[in-house]
């Protein structure tokens, strides 16, 4: 292509021609400029407005809800002590409080095993159930062999005993029973230790044997005298010259006994009488413990008597002493020890078990079976196993350190998961096809503390024990709570505090100084980009806008309305508690208005801020609401109270039902439809003969048990109704709710249930304010389209009908976050707004490449036709030159 430089022929300057005539043409590119320009700066106006209001919404969202306003604060004056939180329904007050125990968890301990992985028995297949429950009467400690005769006469030398590594204080004079106890108790708050002395009971066969008596008829005819004594009290004699059997015989013995002279003796001496000489049972009995001497004082020549049945009798003397019951305070094992411990009746060592005691599974509680066979047998194997059972135990394996040649270092350690009385074990073991269980697992792991007690209790479970305000309190674990109203209270170690429970109002006043706080951030964005200055004549990116016009109207017209549907209160406006407006659109808050609303109000003013729903029907509560619910008092109908799925037997349960071996039911809980099959799952029933209670309570925790209803929070209870029969129901309410149980092996359920058969749970069902509305279980919710939408109420009770009247009301926070939320998010009026302007701006950048492309086009054409005539006047200019030329050579010529 040639060179072309427009304008050299012809003198024309071509692209300063074409440049202007295009600076003129390109003139509207500046406006379509302009325009984007003025949107963006639109759509980022709306995007610090999306911020403001954003963080705007972010602050009212705390203070939607009554506890925001409601709040009291617990303040312990010994935090190391207790801790405490208070919510709106507990009463401002001052309490004395004192932790006297902590709850823990019971802990039981194996002896030692040499191998974690060596089998254990044989490997007969075991079933072992873990059973949680409460142990009554009776005692933990050890129980002391007799005291040895020689106890009454040379006592117990110092250091013989100690307890719990701290000797007790006894000598030559600890002669019986009681005085042991008495210095054993004079430790008891070192050793935590206590003993009891049994009654002292002289032997059964002093007097005879067989119903047959051993006392003989006492003859002093040779001049000799009798007497017999017994713990200090002469009960018979006889002077000298009386014949055998004209005196003191076995008949007449227990004659003198019956007297009221001796009788009187006797009891004054704490010695009570049992049996008769006459047929050789004859006893003496201490109940303290003290002890008792039975003495012959004989003189000259005597026959019969205590064991003489006619031969010379040179008197006797025979001392009859106790023993006694250590009892350990905490339920821990006592550690015995000393240079004689046996004169004690004890054995060096540490030890203990529940003596005389009952046991008692809690229904609430979950109970479990594992089954140990020869696959793990094993202490790893028994550990996995009950671990994998999640039934409220869990299972370690600690070793003691012992090593060498015998050492059996390792011991199986159960743990209760969960503290208090109410989680102590009872583990039985049942063997398969009519087979025991095995012996070795037996001796391993039977406990029963009514019973054998084949693990040793390392640490008893145990209740929190406190007073408050001097009354007692007991909780399962160290949260106490209901002791007062609407407090929690967590102890922390024993000890003594006070709790002050006081009005929160530092947290209330900084809500409301919050909500001011956070219109007035929004309003002074508000104005920044819709407002018009003066001064500089010049407006906001957003002056004029519906979308900021109408949220700012829609804030000052929520503002300036009173609250509708509170009940039981006079606050229906800001302005009662200090808010109110200034000339520039922005709140103000007196701060001494708010603090007598504080004073007068302060469960009230939580209804100006959050959604508050109050009925006349006390067992109708506010659960929640929609952003399209209305305010107002609506009348409640119920036509279907919500019930529970239940199997109900039909038979009256005997005084003891038979629960075979190898029983299995597969139970249904909860399930849906389709079915799901974590619903269901197969329980194991311990064989044993059971009474009504008792079967209740095995059920309901071995169903309770089943780790995949636990996880999805599924739960039954079993009860004994009045009439005598079983009732197993779901703890679930409504559509939702079944239980069903159906044969697997062993005894059959129609044992148990009779011909009952399962009733599914209903929902509630009935209007709110006229309006349909849906049931779920016990909650009921307003339909959607009517002014109760979203509406949610818990209903129980049991009346059908008329429940009275619901009001709900929308506090100005609750609706001021509604209204932001509907110019917020996807749909929200600003993304809508926002989405417009940006399509304009696509729409004027589109129009603008447009235009652009056509200015090209333009700038081709005039270039051309300039170009064109610069040709042409430059080829005229050469005509015109060469014409010139031509006429000067003619004029020259």
Request: zero cysteines; aromatic letters at 4%; hydrophobic letters at 35%.
């Amino acid at each position: 292509m040639g060179i072309s430089s427009p304008g050299i022929g012809s003198g024309i300057d071509v692209n300063t021609i074409v440049s202007k005539l295009m600076a003129v043409e390109s003139a509207p590119l500046n406006d379509f400029d302009k325009k984007s320009a003025s949107y963006l700066a639109q759509v980022s106006a709306f995007g610090n407005l999306s911020g403001a209001l954003g963080t705007f919404q972010g602050a009212l969202s705390g203070l939607t809800s009554v506890s925001s306003f409601q709040s009291l604060v617990s303040t312990p004056s010994d935090s190391t002590v207790i801790s405490a939180t208070a919510n709106s329904t507990a009463q401002a007050g001052n309490y004395r409080i004192s932790i006297n125990q902590l709850a823990q968890a019971q802990t039981l301990g194996s002896g030692g095993y040499k191998s974690t992985t060596a089998a254990i028995g044989l490997g007969a297949k075991t079933t072992i159930n873990f059973a949680l429950g409460t142990v009554s009467g009776g005692s933990f400690g050890l129980a002391g062999t007799a005291l040895g005769a020689s106890l009454s006469s040379g006592g117990l030398s110092t250091g013989s005993l100690s307890l719990n590594n701290t000797v007790i204080a006894t000598d030559g004079t600890t002669r019986s029973a009681r005085l042991l106890a008495d210095a054993i108790n004079a430790k008891s708050t070192t050793t935590g230790v206590s003993a009891k002395p049994s009654a002292t009971l002289t032997s059964a066969t002093l007097f005879g044997a067989s119903g047959a008596s051993s006392y003989g008829d006492v003859d002093t005819s040779a001049g000799g005298s009798y007497a017999l004594s017994v713990g200090g009290v002469e009960i018979a004699a006889q002077a000298s010259g009386v014949a055998s059997g004209a005196g003191l015989t076995a008949a007449a013995l227990d004659t003198a006994l019956a007297s009221g002279a001796i009788s009187r003796a006797l009891a004054d001496a704490n010695i009570t009488v049992s049996g008769t000489a006459a047929d050789g049972t004859l006893q003496f009995s201490n109940a303290d413990g003290s002890n008792i001497a039975v003495t012959e004082v004989v003189t000259g020549s005597v026959t019969g008597g205590i064991d003489n049945s006619g031969t010379a009798n040179v008197g006797s003397a025979t001392t009859a002493v106790g023993s006694i019951a250590l009892v350990s305070a905490d339920g821990s094992p006592i550690t015995v020890g000393g240079t004689n411990p046996a004169g004690a009746g004890f054995t060096a060592g540490t030890g203990g078990s529940y003596l005389g005691a009952s046991f008692t599974a809690d229904a609430t509680r979950t109970s479990g079976n594992i089954v140990i066979d020869s696959s793990n047998n094993t202490l790893q194997g028994i550990l996995e196993a009950i671990n994998k059972g999640n039934f409220g135990v869990t299972a370690s394996i600690v070793s003691d350190g012992s090593t060498g040649t015998g050492a059996t270092p390792n011991h199986l350690i159960l743990t209760a998961s969960a503290t208090g009385v109410s989680s102590t074990m009872k583990i039985s073991l049942a063997g398969s096809g009519g087979n025991p269980p095995d012996p070795a697992l037996e001796a391993l792991l039977g406990y029963d503390p009514a019973g054998v007690q084949n693990l040793s209790q390392k640490a008893a479970a145990a209740d929190t024990r406190a007073t408050v305000n001097g009354i007692a309190v007991t909780s399962s674990g160290t949260s106490i709570g209901g002791a007062i109203a609407g407090v929690n209270i967590s102890a922390l170690k024993v000890g003594s505090s006070t709790l002050n429970v006081s009005k929160d109002s530092s947290t209330l006043t900084t809500s409301v100084n919050g909500f001011v706080k956070a219109f007035n951030e929004l309003s002074g964005q508000i104005t920044s980009l819709g407002g018009y200055n003066a001064d500089t004549k010049s407006g906001g990116p957003l002056l004029g806008d519906t979308t900021l016009r109408n949220l700012q109207a829609g804030i000052r017209r929520q503002l300036s309305t009173s609250i509708t549907g509170l009940r039981g209160t006079n606050l229906t406006n800001l302005s009662q508690i200090g808010i109110s407006f200034q000339k520039d659109g922005s709140l103000t808050l007196d701060n001494a208005k708010l603090q007598k609303a504080v004073n007068n109000n302060f469960n009230d003013i939580a209804g100006l801020f959050a959604a508050v729903g109050r009925g006349t029907d006390p067992d109708v509560k506010f659960a929640s609401s929609g952003t399209k619910t209305q305010a107002g008092d609506y009348a409640l109908n119920i036509t279907q109270l919500a019930t529970q799925g239940k199997l109900q037997g039909t038979q009256v349960l005997p005084a003891e039902t038979t629960i075979d071996a190898d029983t299995t039911w597969s139970v249904t809980l909860n399930d849906t439809t389709p079915a799901t099959l974590a619903n269901t799952a197969t329980i194991s029933l311990p064989a044993g003969t059971y009474n009504p209670s008792q079967l209740a309570t095995l059920l309901q925790s071995s169903i309770n048990g089943v780790s995949a209803f636990a996880n999805a929070g599924a739960t039954v209870t079993a009860t004994i109704g009045d009439d005598g029969k079983l009732k197993l129901e779901s703890t679930r309410y409504g559509a939702k709710s079944n239980i069903h149980v159906a044969n697997a092996t062993g005894t059959d359920i129609s044992t148990v249930f009779g011909s009952g058969s399962s009733v599914d749970g209903l929902d509630v069902a009935g209007t709110i304010g006229g309006y349909t509305a849906t049931g779920d279980g016990q909650t009921l919710t307003g339909a959607a389209g009517a002014p109760v939408e979203g509406l949610k109420l818990t209903v129980t009770g049991d009346a059908i009908g008329n429940r009275g009247t619901f009001g709900f009301s929308q506090g100005y926070a609750y609706q001021l976050n509604a209204l932001a939320a509907t110019y917020l998010g996807a749909k929200g009026a600003i993304t809508s707004r926002t989405t417009g302007l940006n399509s304009s701006v696509k729409d004027i950048t589109k129009q603008r490449d447009a235009f652009s492309s056509r200015l090209t086009d333009i700038e081709a054409r005039y270039r051309k036709q300039y170009t064109a005539l610069d040709t042409s006047i430059a080829s005229m200019n050469k005509t015109a030159s060469f014409l010139t030329q031509q006429f000067a050579a003619l004029n020259n010529g």
